[in-house]
């Protein structure tokens, strides 16, 4: 079983930056794709931006420009770093591995703790 940890949320001021860490641990063959999502509140969870294990990466429409999603395949570890921070930036950031097990059948890992972002002066 995969285990997900985030970490680097906080308080900022608008047009500040953050840097968010996720690291997966547990017992898996390999990671495919990592990715963020953030729930703020009363809205439903969305996809902020995800990267491949071969570099491919994504972002919402919303973030893009300010956002840059990265990993370290050795580290089993996804970031994500956060520019230009706007008021409706906040939210509870996730994230998410989409990996294989050692059969090499795929799963979704389970969701973690998240990290709260709130940017406001």
């Known amino acids: 079983q995969v285990r997900l940890v985030e970490s680097g949320g906080g308080l900022v001021e608008p047009g500040g930056s953050l840097r968010l860490s996720c690291a997966a641990s547990?017992?898996?063959?390999?990671?495919?794709?990592m990715a963020w999502y953030r729930q703020a509140p009363g809205k439903q969870r969305e996809l902020v931006a995800s990267?491949?294990?071969?570099?491919?990466?994504n972002y919402s429409d919303s973030v893009k420009g300010r956002f840059t999603i990265s990993r370290d395949n050795a580290k089993n570890t996804v970031y994500l770093q956060m520019s230009s921070l706007k008021p409706e930036d906040t939210a509870v950031y996730y994230c998410?591995?989409?990996?294989?097990?050692?059969?090499?059948?795929?799963?979704?890992?389970?969701w973690g703790q998240g990290t709260q972002v709130t940017v406001s002066s």
């Open positions: 547990g017992s898996f063959f390999s990671i495919n794709t």
């Open positions: 990267i491949t294990s071969g570099g491919t990466i």
């Open positions: 998410s591995a989409h990996l294989y097990d050692y059969t090499r059948s795929p799963y979704y890992s389970p």
